[in-house]
């Protein structure tokens, strides 16, 4: 015996259901790109020029730092950064972009930087993991290191049954 014929109907829309789920899987796949922070534009950056500018016409075209610095005179840093996110993995920075402007005594631009993701460090300030003292053991370590260590059947139990509690002579 045959089975059924499919009619035309039912076998269109098989074909429009797979191809929707494979473009949704594709989809899925593909990397999300996020932008983060100051988002530069390159005009803005030629209109500063050192020993000319002021912090006040900074501020007015760049607007506000992302963060500052007064370690040895002051530095004002604006940073951009862009994510990439493919699936269920973690956020990946991939480029990172940092104008950086000092100033003089004066309150007047004394260098302009610009610095990219391969001019960072990473610093780990917060580690979240708690030093321990002893070994390490690996999970077959665990598991053999207590062979050999048990009382045979019938062994006193120190200090228990012999009329000297807690095993004290």
Do not use: H
Not at 43 to 56: A, M, R, V, Y
Not at 83 to 108: G, H, I, N, Q, S
Request: glycine share 10%; hydrophobic share 35%; proline share 7%.
């Amino acid at each position: 015996m045959t089975p059924p014929r499919l009619s035309q109907t039912v076998r269109t829309i098989m074909i429009a259901a797979c191809l929707t789920t494979s473009a949704a899987v594709l989809a899925a796949c593909s990397p999300v790109v996020e932008e983060r922070g100051y988002i530069f534009d390159p005009n803005d950056l030629t209109k500063i020029q050192p020993g000319i500018t002021s912090k006040e016409q900074v501020r007015s075209i760049m607007g506000s730092p992302s963060t500052t610095s007064t370690v040895d005179g002051e530095a004002w840093y604006y940073i951009s950064s862009k994510f990439e996110t493919t699936t269920f993995y973690r956020p990946k920075e991939v480029d990172r972009a940092v104008a950086a402007f000092y100033f003089e005594k004066t309150d007047v631009v004394q260098e302009v930087a610009y610095y990219g993701l391969e001019d960072g460090q990473i610093v780990n300030f917060v580690d979240r993991t708690t030093p321990t003292r002893g070994k390490e053991l690996t999970v077959l370590g665990q598991i053999f290191g207590n062979l050999g260590r048990y009382n045979a059947p019938g062994a006193a139990i120190p200090g228990v049954g012999t009329g000297n509690p807690g095993g004290r002579r």
